[in-house]
T-cell receptor
């Protein structure tokens, strides 16, 4: 069965420093996609970054990078040079072929607080 | 510039009084989703439309219904809201539901309060 685990309910980081948000997953499907979303207090889920299971390189999008360790089944999000506007809830998600078709599941989320 | 639009952003209804939330998209995506998200929890998928094909999640209560009159619009109807239905309701779209690279794009959500 699909499973996404985010073990950090809350994280603090100093402005301008880097922070890593953890995500581990479990699936029996060899082909899957991993996503990270940001949800500010306003409520909108903002797509940040995608990593495919067969991608050879770690995905990067600006200050966001995904540290993909396939053997460990981890897909940690790294935010470099944190900004105050990065304070938000962050969700890791996985998409694979489940019974009935492709399905996306979300982790419980990590709340990031950026300190000035 | 908004690509997935939800109205209203805040909705207050009374216990048992039907309510309709709306979602529209300018992305021309085939798939539209409705999620329920309670405080500090992950979004929970209620159902989705692939074009006109409706797909209900097994654990979605009958109290929740949806309509998609055309590609751009999708509605969430809650027939008899209970206090437990107070939540953020998120609409999302994606180009295609086949494949593991299909990215979902979300609207700003409608926060529902049930009195």
């Amino acid at each position: 069965a699909q499973k996404i685990t985010q073990t950090q309910p809350g994280m603090f980081v100093q402005e301008k420093e880097a922070v890593t948000l953890d995500c581990t997953y479990d699936t029996s499907d060899p082909s899957y996609g991993l996503f990270w979303y940001k949800q500010p207090s306003s409520g909108e889920m903002i797509f940040l970054i995608y990593q495919g299971s067969y991608d050879q390189q770690n995905a990067t999008e600006g200050r966001y990078s995904l540290n993909f360790q396939k053997a460990r089944k981890s897909a940690n999000l790294v935010i470099s040079a944190s900004q105050l506007g990065d304070s938000a809830m962050y969700f890791c998600a996985m998409r694979d072929l489940d019974t009935g078709g492709f399905k996306t599941i979300f982790g419980a989320g990590t709340r990031l607080f950026v300190k000035a | 510039d908004a690509m997935v639009i939800q109205n209203p952003r805040y909705q207050v209804t009374q216990f048992g009084k039907p309510v309709t939330l709306s979602c529209s998209q300018t992305l021309n995506h085939n798939v539209m989703y409705w999620y329920q998200q309670k405080s500090s929890q992950a979004p929970k998928l209620l159902f989705h439309y692939y074009d006109k094909d409706f797909n209900n999640e097994a654990d979605t209560p009958d109290n929740f219904q949806s309509r998609r009159p055309n590609t751009s619009f999708c509605f969430l109807d809650i027939r008899s809201p209970g206090l437990g239905d107070a939540a953020m309701y998120l609409c999302a779209t994606s180009r295609d539901k086949r494949g593991n690279a299909d990215t979902q794009y979300f609207g700003p959500g409608t926060r529902l309060t049930v009195l």
